[in-house]
Each structure stands twice: as structure tokens, then as C-alpha cells.
């Protein structure tokens, strides 16, 4: 697997770092139902999802990475923080 | 007061050649990380200009000149090398010069070695004078320069240096028996 960071282009898998699903931040304030979902509940889908990938071995920066887990294919690439994925 | 005695990053590593690649230990200056705050990459690279003539670097890129380069170094992130910086408005500053070792291949071959042992597309289209990557060399994290002449400047963490300099002699090696293969 190669994924496009946006800032160094096309890398191999190995400079990156997987942390889990790109999920909206709930506001400080939310009910606790809100921050139990964002903390504990994920979904496992088979096909598309959206992903914070860390260029861990690369620039360092976060990445958004929307793929199908089925065919592996890649959709998108962002800066996690220039996306709007993460923010709620 | 202990009086210590400093010792430099490359202390106990050698220049080696091997076939149509040489490996050197060149003196690198000073190195300074400089970290913009978010959105004062323009003002932080005025500053740079003013200094020592070279503005803020795109990503993957190097700026330099005769006294000084500057690398990008990831998001808001760049790499001053030469003259020492105190400080910059705008920007964390913060001097790494002990903790890299700076490392140079040349020679005909430097650029089919490398190739052996980082995750990069190296060739002379998409990686030349004037651009910098960081990658892996085997396991460490490093920062490659692309020089004029087909040459490289290979910055490994002070900690992981020996390593890569084994890394970098058994990859020279192994290239030559290779090609002694298909003679």
C-alpha cells in the first residue's frame, strides 16, 4: 500500500503509523453519551472509511486518508489539520 | 565542576569508499530547527531573508546559498544549516546541531546505493539538486539533500548514526557484488 501524502507525494506504507477512525471532536460541553461514541464506539465496515494516518517516518504531519477496506483502494488524501473530517 | 569532555556526533565513524561510491563526514555548521506558529510561515521566512538571504522553503525543497541552506522539514517545520540562529518572532527556535550526523555520498554510484536502502524515488527526474525528503534508511529515520553532481547529504539522529553508516557500507557493498554477479 502507498499513500499520497500531500505535503511529500507517494510513500511507501512503512512511514506511515495507523491510529484509528477520523471522527469529529465532540464540543468540551457535550453530554457524555457523545464523548463515550467518540472515544469507544467505531464502526468495521467492509468498504469506504476515513482514517488519521501519521506520517510518523516522513514530515510528521496527520493525514485524513479515505479507503475501501475491501479493495484497498485509496479515494483522498488532507491534512488532518486542514480537513474538515475531524472537526465537528 | 565536572569537567566533561564533548564529544562530537560522528566521533567514532568513518569516511569509506567502496567502488564509484564515497561515503564523507563533512561539517555541517550549525543546524536549527525553526517551527513557524500556525499562519506566520510568511513573516517567520522575512525574518529568514533578512538574516541570511533565504526566505521560507517550500515542502520538499532547499533553499541556498553560499553561507547557509535552509530545508523544509515538514508542515510549519524547516531546517537552517550553517550559520546558528538565536532566535526568530513568530517561530520556536531551537538548536539540534548535536544531534544530527551529517553524512555525504558522491560518485557515480551514491545514487543507485541509496536507492538500495531508502523508500524513495531517487532518480535524476524527480529527485535532484535543491530537494529534500525525509524517509527511512532501513529502520531510522533520515533526511536526505539532493546535491548537484548526483551527490547526497544524508542527515541520521545522532543516536541511530552508527547504524546508518553500517546500513550505508553494507548497502555499497552489496550493490558491487550485484553488479560483479551479472558481469
Known sequence: MRIKCPLC??????????RGAALPRPAP???????????HLRDNPAGPTRDLWHHRAGCSAWLVVRRDTATHEIFGVELATRSRAVRA | MVDLIARLPGAEIDAHSEGDCVLGLPEPGALT??????GQEKPVGK???????LGWPRPGRVLSNAQARIAWFGD?????????????AGAAVVDQSDGW???????????????????LDLR????????????????????????????????APRSMARTT?????RAMKTRLALRALDA
Open chain 2, 76 to 88: 510549519r517545520q524547516a531546517l537552517v544549516m550553517g550559520p546558528a540562529l538565536k532566535s526568530l
Open chain 1, 9 to 18: 507525494g507517494e510513500r511507501d506504507l512503512r512511514e506511515f503509523t495507523y
Open chain 2, 47 to 53: 525574518a529568514l531573508q533578512d538574516a541570511l538571504g
Open chain 2, 124 to 155: 535524476a527526474a524527480s529527485f535532484g539538486p535543491g530537494h529534500v525528503a525525509r524517509s527511512l534508511a532501513g529502520h531510522v529515520p533520515v533526511i536526505v539533500l539532493g546535491r548537484r553532481g548526483g551527490a547526497f547529504d544524508l542527515l
Open chain 2, 101 to 119: 550526523l551529517l553524512m555525504r555520498v558522491e560518485g557515480a554510484g551514491a545514487r543507485d546505493m541509496l536507492m538500495r536502502l531508502l523508500p
Open chain 2, 33 to 38: 530547527w525553526v517551527s513557524a506558529e500556525p
Open chain 2, 165 to 169: 553508516h553500517g546500513d550505508l557500507v
Open chain 1, 29 to 39: 460541553d457535550a453530554p457524555d453519551e457523545a464523548w463515550d461514541a467518540y472515544l
